[in-house]
């Protein structure tokens, strides 16, 4: 079939009533999250899950896509109207956004972070539709020797996202890899780290640690600091949603390239939202004519990187649907959702399962109509709910968690696992250790050991097998030049500039 | 900076020891036929490399003596673990209403240590709302504890 033939069938599966209504759900639900700092969507995903087990994998994998890019809009309200990012992906937003609002010009701020991201998802739209079935098609070519050196790139390039020491993200890395080997071994069935608890026997969920190292440490961090502290926003009526001429003028030479930067840093194992929102202010920045005004309330600054961080939530779902490899936390999770539903995602998934793989990429173009649609009527609704104050929420995250973990096979050992998780990510924001990589590596490492074994089987233990095939040559290649480049003092320090900045 | 990292470092040691340990109880197999233990093996392997290379980083940087980053206020922390392991233990006996209630309740009189209602009523909202969502709407099999429901 056609790219159009296959658009067209997507369509028809991602509008029908239900599914319209999941998109719509998933939307409200991500705006929601972004909006409120302290739950972010990787989080909110996890503790969403259990909702989607009544529906069909199509809707529930549509429903937890929405959320995704969801949040991501909504991350960028706070960093204009309070200069708090709901989201980290939204931390440059706030920059010129917030100076935009104390400008008076809080209203085409918004306006041009919700259109950009509107057309930066039209834009992702078709990027994914074009590339995801050639690349499918490629992985259909790889075996255990290859996947197993694409998952080594991809966790090595997950050090490159995180800030601060390269040599901590890579002992998360083994960290997470460890974890991933509790429990029986896939291929003989031996119980490793069981210690005769029958819970472990399955292994760790990677949905208790989720929660625990992100949602429950993210409250006791929280509550480090004063519960009654209250919050400066933007208290003016908003107006002027629509931006003006002028502005569309200045705007949409960064959307536009906001969109293919952001898509193709999205489509990079490691890679995500956080990083394109930054990479494309860093270029918005650098070919401006007026370098100076950028920080002062540019409106460049807000449309580009708002394009950026949407069109690579859309990219990072490439590695996911074509390699059936995520490429952060939150495509992990949607593996895992794909997998209760008894669908393997990878290469095959296309040919298998066209409905699924075309349904949730043209669902996130009807999730883009539904987010312009959406956001800017209730901006002012939006605006009412950062007001609720924290003593409130914190509760009310902490008792989702706890349901929805015990839901999940209604497990209390898997409570006590989610609070010892809890304990653990909060010693390590402490000790300056993050957790996203660790996350990564829980959900590869069975990948990583599975396809080692089977590498080993058909080369008769012959290592060589790794290193005379091209493809995992490149991506061995790949791997060791990433450890390399940030070994090196001026990437790191540049790096370093990059994500702190 | 260094005084953390060292303690980091001295801790992930002892973990990839103990880790290594149990791994090599399980059978190891040859290159053809990789055992359970391999991996898990290698993987300490690893870890105890890194954790050492950690804490070769961080000794010389040892003079900077930064404060070791003890938690600010102990009491919420304390407070909020005890009531999520409380949950956990008492959510067979007590039921799902009662024990989501008493959360709930909790959480939010620590919020509001000076008023009732509003940690009385928002607790009780909590636990409709929950009933209503996870119970009715998506069937989760709950402890009924003494209550019955």
């Given amino acids: ?501 | 900076m260094s005084r953390k990292d060292i303690f980091s470092a001295v801790v992930l040691l002892i973990f990839a020891l103990a880790f290594g340990i149990q791994a090599s109880m399980y059978p190891q197999g040859d290159l053809k036929r990789v055992g359970s233990g391999f991996f898990p093996l290698v993987l300490a392997v690893l870890l105890g490399f890194l954790s050492l290379l950690l804490l070769f980083v961080s000794l010389p940087r040892r003079q900077e003596k930064r404060e070791f980053p003890w938690p600010q206020q102990w009491g919420g922390i304390v407070g909020v673990l005890v009531a999520l392991f409380a949950y956990g233990f008492f959510l067979k006996s007590l039921g799902f209403s009662l024990a989501t209630f008493l959360f709930s309740f909790g959480l939010l009189k620590y919020g509001y240590p000076e008023k009732w209602l509003l940690p009385f009523g928002g607790a009780l909202a909590t636990t409709f709302f929950c009933l209503l969502i996870f119970k009715v709407w998506l069937g989760t099999p709950f402890p009924t504890g003494v209550l019955g429901y």
């Fill in chain 1, 1 to 501: 079939m056609g790219f159009w033939e296959n658009l067209l069938q997507g369509f028809a599966v991602s509008l029908t009533a239900f599914n319209i209504w999941c998109c719509f759900a998933g939307v409200l639900v991500g705006t929601l999250v972004g909006v409120l700092p302290g739950l972010g969507p990787t989080a909110t995903i996890a503790l969403l899950l259990p909702l989607t087990f009544k529906q069909d994998a199509i809707s529930a994998i549509i429903m937890l896509a929405g959320i995704y890019y969801g949040a991501q809009y909504g991350g960028s309200t706070t960093s204009i109207l309070v200069n708090i990012p709901g989201e980290a992906s939204s931390v440059v937003t706030a920059l010129d956004g917030y100076q935009m609002a104390r400008q008076g010009r809080a209203g085409p701020a918004l306006g041009i972070a919700a259109f950009g991201s509107f057309i930066a998802g039209t834009v992702a739209t078709f990027g994914l539709a074009l590339l995801a079935p050639p690349m499918a098609s490629v992985a259909l070519k790889f075996g255990p020797p290859e996947y197993f050196s694409l998952v080594c790139l991809g966790l090595v390039a997950a050090t490159f996202l995180t800030q601060g020491s390269m040599l901590k993200s890579l002992i998360m890395i083994v960290f997470g890899l460890m974890l991933g080997t509790v429990g029986r071994d896939m291929v003989t069935g031996y119980p490793r780290f069981t210690y005769g608890v029958y819970d472990l026997e399955d292994g760790i969920g990677f949905i208790p640690i989720i929660m625990g190292v992100f949602g429950i440490a993210e409250i006791l961090s929280n509550l480090e600091s004063s519960l009654t502290g209250g919050k400066d926003i933007y208290e003016k009526r908003i107006t002027g949603l629509l931006p003006s001429l002028k502005d569309w003028a200045l705007s949409i030479g960064p959307i536009l390239r906001g969109s293919v930067v952001g898509f193709f840093l999205g489509t990079l194992p490691g890679g995500g939202a956080v990083l394109a929102s930054f990479a494309s202010y860093t270029v918005e920045k650098k070919v401006s004519k007026d370098p100076q005004s950028f920080g002062k309330g540019a409106i460049q600054g807000v449309a580009g990187p708002e394009a950026a961080n949407n069109a690579a939530s859309q990219g990072a779902f490439i590695p996911l649907l074509t390699l059936g490899i995520p490429s952060n936390a939150v495509m992990a999770l949607l593996v895992g959702a794909l997998m209760i539903h008894g669908v393997q995602p990878g290469p095959q998934m296309i040919t298998k399962n066209p409905a699924l793989f075309w349904g949730v990429i043209t669902s996130m173009y009807l999730g883009n109509i539904l987010l312009l649609i959406l956001n800017l009527p209730l901006i002012r609704l939006w605006v009412q709910i950062l007001k609720i104050p924290y003593r409130i929420l914190f509760p009310l995250i902490l008792m989702f968690c706890l349901i929805g973990v015990y839901s999940l096979n209604n497990s209390i050992f898997e409570i006590y696992l989610m609070g010892g998780f809890g304990i653990l990510g909060y010693i390590f924001k402490k000790l300056d250790f993050e957790p996203a990589p660790m996350i990564l590596a829980v959900i590869l490492g069975p990948m990583l050991e599975d396809n080692l074994k089977h590498a080993m089987l058909i080369s008769s233990g012959d290592l060589t097998v790794f290193f005379s095939r091209p493809i995992s040559v490149v991506f061995l290649g790949l791997s060791f030049l990433c450890v390399l480049f940030q070994m090196i003092p001026a990437i790191r320090h540049s790096k370093d500039v990059a994500l702190k900045e």
